[in-house]
């Protein structure tokens, strides 16, 4: 929540703006604010979050290990991740819009939450030595698990929860969860990324309704992916329809639609009923409709269709070749 006073801070050259408050820095405020700035670390010592002030005023709010050198404060630059803005803000920085903006990154983890719903293991990643993955919500992670080949899972997380990493399986993935839920407590799970461009363009949330459809534990694509959109306050249209036999999530879907009027969630059993939702948006919405569609093989064929027939063409289609699929039964 931001206070009156809490000063503005703008971004060049992109003229995003975000709130910055008063007990955070301006990187904490910007990430929260769903803005992918530049990270690594969020303590000062990897200089990945290296800003130029152009307006204002802004203090130090935490000691950093990485060196500004004296020319670079001379000529306004600092860390986000070390300051707060003290007055309103213009800053020069490199913010990432597209996945090929982000360099591929490798951080080691360790389990600190796992819980099982249903048939879907949900498991908690912190990542060690105060580092960050910097990505996109959307965008996948490779995870190496001792003893298991390694596995290209969507990060559950939104980018805004630094330090953080969620990952979703389903329990027929049993090697994976075995060597998962067999872990020592000390036992590190290696993260290499971001990959996968199935992301959502800021640029385009005005004006569109966004409808997100997915199956299973795909889910784990496009949670991160409305969390940003809550996180950027624009409030679009979003429509999200989850085709599952375990809607594992189900009651934070719920509690999206309740809290948000912008948003609305169907729970559906197969993709056949996709299709009677998606004609009814199509034909109902004020706004063209956006579809984003991450699922299994087979059902992403089916939904291809059905946006076909329905004559959406305005879609992004999860490609990203990953092992979240069950067996394809609907
Ligand atoms: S120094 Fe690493 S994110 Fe700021």
Redesign the pocket.
Known sequence: MSAPDDPEVTLLPSGKQFVSHAHSSV?ESGLSAGIAL?????????????ARVVNGEVEQIRF???TVTAAEKNAGVL????HRALTPLEIEVSEATVAEDIPQQQLNTRICHTETLGNTLVVRLKILRG??LWYLAGQYARITVPGCTPQLLPVATCPCEAGYLECHLSTTQSDLCNAIMSLKKRERIVVEGPQGSFTVDDATLHGFHHVFITTDEHFAAVKPMIEHIIATEVEPRCTLLWVASNHYKNNLCRSWADAFDWFTYQALANTKAVSSELSTLHKGSPSPLKVYVSAATEARNQLEQQLLSCGINDCVIDTTEHQVSRPNNR
């Open positions: 990187l530049p990270y690594r670390c969020s303590n000062g010592s990897c200089g990945e979050c290296r950093h290990d990485y860390l986000l991740c070390s580092k960050a």
